[in-house]
């Protein structure tokens, strides 16, 4: 099973708040894991990709960061934030034919 | 930064018409990959194209990938209304870049 968990699945912040979203991912060990952020139902922007514990890359600078804590965990987190953050927030896994993706977190931000 | 222009952005058409929406590039992908979101839901894999001038099939839909895999097109045969969703496609060189979509409406 390469199947993800998303949680929670619709979130209402204020500005200024904290952020932590999580993923967990099951099956093969050791996976690449990606977050993406995708608005008004149009494409997906590439924030950023982990190939390991504690290793990430960021595509671009912006009010989010991430953390891979465990090697099927992987977390997105702000500290205060903006409007602009708002979204659909979707975690993935790399596969060897595609990847594989969440069921997302819906984040408006008010 | 590798930009993928899917066109058209929006197609209403009835049910058992055929369409073809286009993904287009100006940078090689090593493969290029086509999927179909639904709302409230994420992405889920249709097909992945690797070879320049592949062809694959998938019962109704018939992806293409161009010869110099710049770019790539979906054709959908008889549509139904379970075709309805955003048809993403996706080009992979060192991670994922996608394209804005295609936004599909059939109606019956």
């Known amino acids: 099973s390469q199947t993800i968990h998303q949680w929670p699945a619709t979130l209402v912040q204020p500005v200024g708040s904290p952020l932590s979203l999580e993923c967990t991912v099951e099956g093969t060990s050791n996976p690449n894991l990606y977050w993406y952020r995708q608005a008004a139902g149009r494409g997906l922007q590439l924030l950023f990709y982990?190939?390991?514990?504690?290793?990430i890359s960021s595509e671009v600078p912006q009010n989010l960061s991430a953390s891979r804590p465990q090697d099927r965990q992987f977390i997105l987190s702000s500290k205060k934030l903006l409007l602009s953050d708002s979204g659909f927030y979707l975690c993935?896994?790399?596969?060897?034919?595609?990847?594989?993706f969440g069921s997302g977190t819906r984040l408006t931000v008010v | 930064t590798q930009l993928l222009e899917q066109s058209p952005q929006f197609l209403s058409i009835q049910e058992g018409e055929n369409l073809t929406v286009y993904c287009n590039s100006s940078s090689v992908f090593s493969s290029l990959q086509w999927y179909r979101q639904e709302p409230g839901e994420g992405p889920v894999l249709l097909v992945t194209v690797v070879t320049g001038g592949e062809v694959k099939k998938l019962k109704r839909l018939t992806f293409q990938f161009g010869d110099a895999r710049k770019d790539s097109s979906l054709h959908i045969t008889a549509a139904q209304p379970g075709d309805t969703g955003l048809y993403l496609c996706?080009?992979?060189?060192?991670?994922?870049?996608f394209g804005k979509g295609t936004m599909l409406l059939v109606s019956p």
């Open positions: 982990s190939v390991g514990i504690g290793q």
């Open positions: 996706a080009g992979f060189y060192s991670t994922l870049t």
């Open positions: 993935a896994r790399e596969s060897s034919v595609g990847y594989t």
